[in-house]
Nanobody
């Protein structure tokens, strides 16, 4: 199981970014894909998830309406579109793969990427 997150960077408040989670050697659509983030000195926080069966999505209240998760099966990639970014969105963002029952619990996932840094300046 190999996958890589990319797309992070330094942006200003109100800007947008799109993160990618690209897989090789397995089919992302067969798994639930979660996005998590971890800010300095804080625990890992669930951002959102896209389920394998029907592609339904779930989001943390802190990002609902601003972030969107999508999956393009032909690309074997899941995206996290982030808009209206705020300084509090600054964190390392991780893609996680598994079959979560409760999407926001990190232990529900089997595989983790190395993360991509997102910095939002005020």
């Amino acid at each position: 199981v190999q996958f890589v997150e990319s797309g992070g960077g330094l942006v200003h408040t109100g800007d947008s970014l799109r993160l990618s989670c690209a897989a090789s050697g397995f089919t992302l659509a067969n798994y639930g894909i979660g996005w998590f983030r971890q800010a300095p000195g804080k625990g890992r926080e669930g951002v959102g998830c896209i389920k394998s069966f029907d592609g339904s999505t779930f989001y943390a209240n802190s990002v609902k309406g601003r972030f969107t998760i999508s999956r393009i099966n032909a690309e074997n990639t899941v995206y996290l579109q982030m808009t209206s970014l705020k300084p509090e969105d600054t964190a390392v963002y991780y893609c996680a793969v598994g079959h979560p029952t409760v999407w926001a619990i990190p232990d529900e996932y089997d595989y983790w990427g190395k993360g991509t840094q997102v910095d939002v300046s005020s």
